[in-house]
């Protein structure tokens, strides 16, 4: 209903003078309430970008009109979603269940409401470009308010496209930060986050593990077979690579046919298992240019306080291109003691070799005669 029309009805209820002017300013106030608690909402979500962020924002803002422990959000099509919780211990992991039951049940219409564990829950679904979002409140059964419908729907439109924002810059961050080819994280990826890795290292004194790889005769391949044809061996490459990690470890492409991983909480012992494996993995791809194999030749070097960042991968690096030197389809391994007090020594045995033959036999050995070791895996 209008302004024009509630003032129509008004006068035309044969109030008297003074009730119906008493009628026309609680209108007015209720209407100016309303464009404030907008332009409140426009403000908190305008300089905003990011998913979490914006929900967290949406959630402070809610708090002074809402009574409310917990919103949650979750993209129906590709799954990105944030939880803002103001719980903490059991509680918080109730709401969090709770709230997680309600994102994934049956919804019938747009907004919807139920009951979960002692707790009204509110569901709201917004049309966010190419899918739908769903938006669910959660507070303490007997809070509810009057008013809580009307300031929830009012602000809907508002919430929906500043959603639609928040994806979009994610989306685009994303694609900024993983290799287009591949989908593998890209260099500059890689710098952002390597930091934090070697501080949490360090912090907690784990070891971590960085595998510097390089294909070998990659050239060749494009020269003879054609770029599509080496484009394809790359995509196979980063498929086989991304099957033999963690999802907490970070993998990189970093250059043509050059890819950086970082294990966490991994050695060179647990390293040079994983570097056998990916061996084997890459030489199954049986990608042939002439009288050559697409192979991979791999450097390790275990990550010690007082290292530079700069100073580990120049050593990691060092030591990919002596695996080059040694015939290629090989993984070095610069062996290193780590102790809980963080320090690392060099042992006497400087490097381990892992060799991928074209007989498609893994064979690992170490130089001295206590650790010789024969281990060999058919394809």
């Not at 209008?2 to 044969?14: I, Y």
Request: with cysteine; glycine share 8%.
């Amino acid at each position: 209903m209008d302004e024009c029309s509630v003032l129509t009805d008004l006068r035309a209820g044969g109030l008297p003078l003074e009730e119906q002017l008493l009628s026309e300013l609680s209108h007015y106030r209720q209407k100016s309430q309303r464009l404030e608690r907008l332009n409140c909402l426009h403000a908190a979500l305008a300089g905003v970008t990011g998913l979490a962020t914006m929900i967290d924002a949406l959630s402070l803002w809610l708090s002074n009109h809402v009574v409310h422990d917990l919103l949650a959000f979750q993209h129906e099509h590709n799954g990105r979603k944030h939880y803002c919780c103001s719980a903490h211990g059991p509680q918080r992991r109730l709401l969090l269940s709770a709230a997680a039951r309600g994102l994934h049940r049956h919804w019938e219409g747009q907004r919807v409401t139920w009951r979960e564990d002692g707790y009204c829950a509110s569901g709201w679904r917004f049309g966010l470009g190419g899918g739908w979002g769903r938006l669910v409140l959660l507070r303490p059964e007997g809070w509810a308010e009057d008013f809580e419908p009307e300031v929830l729907n009012e602000a809907a439109p508002v919430i929906a496209e500043s959603l639609q924002r928040a994806l979009e810059y994610e989306e685009l961050l994303h694609q900024s930060r993983r290799d287009a080819l591949t989908g593998l994280e890209n260099r500059r990826a890689f710098e952002e986050r390597i930091d934090s890795l070697v501080e949490q290292a360090r912090r907690h004194q784990h070891p971590l593990t960085l595998v510097a790889m390089d294909l070998d005769h990659f050239k060749k391949v494009n020269d003879l077979l054609g770029h599509a044809a080496g484009d394809e061996a790359l995509r196979q490459v980063a498929t086989v690579l991304k099957r033999q990690v963690r999802g907490c470890d970070l993998l990189a492409r970093t250059g043509g046919d050059e890819f950086l991983l970082v294990l966490m909480e991994t050695d060179l012992l647990a390293a040079q298992h994983l570097a056998s494996r990916i061996l084997r993995a890459v030489a199954s791809l049986n990608i042939c240019a002439g009288s050559v194999h697409l192979g991979l030749s791999i450097g390790l070097c275990q990550w010690s306080p007082g290292l530079s960042r700069a100073a580990w991968l120049e050593r990691a690096d060092e030591i990919l291109y002596q695996a080059k030197a040694a015939g290629r389809g090989c993984a070095l391994a610069e062996t290193r003691s780590w102790t809980p007090e963080g320090s690392s020594q060099e042992t006497t045995v400087p490097r381990q070799k892992v060799a991928e033959r074209n007989q498609h036999v893994v064979r690992q050995g170490l130089n001295t005669p206590r650790h010789r070791m024969a281990a060999c895996a058919g394809l």
